[in-house]
């Protein structure tokens, strides 16, 4: 609810690290606003809400499956970074050996 409301100009955003990002959403709501501008050039109002989970399944569904596959992710580059040092390892070790042949 807090950020509904800085968005909507309610309250301040006191952060310096969100103030960018911050920023960077009134902007993309400005520019929304002005691409729905009606014929006679009045301005769409943009406006945010705070939509609970329970009254928006579909996006609910859609966060915890971008969380899913990020953790999915992770766990890969994880695994992948782990084989490749036993890789490496495995290959110095065997070209040791050929070197004693």
């Not at 909507?8 to 690290?17: L, Q, R």
């Not at 006679?40 to 945010?48: K, N, Y």
């Not at 992770?74 to 782990?82: L, Q, R």
Request: charged share 30%.
């Amino acid at each position: 609810n807090l950020l509904v409301k800085q968005m909507n100009g309610e309250y301040a955003v006191k952060s310096k690290g969100l103030k960018p990002y911050f920023e960077e959403c009134r902007g993309i709501a400005s520019r929304l606003a002005t691409m729905g501008a009606s014929s006679d050039g009045t301005e769409m109002d943009v406006r945010f809400s705070h939509v609970y989970r329970e009254n928006n399944k579909v996006a609910d569904a859609l966060a915890n499956q971008a969380m899913d596959e990020r953790r999915s992710w992770t766990t890969v580059e994880e695994s992948s970074s782990e084989s490749s040092s036993e890789s490496s390892s495995e290959s110095s070790s065997l070209n040791g050996a050929e070197e004693d042949i």
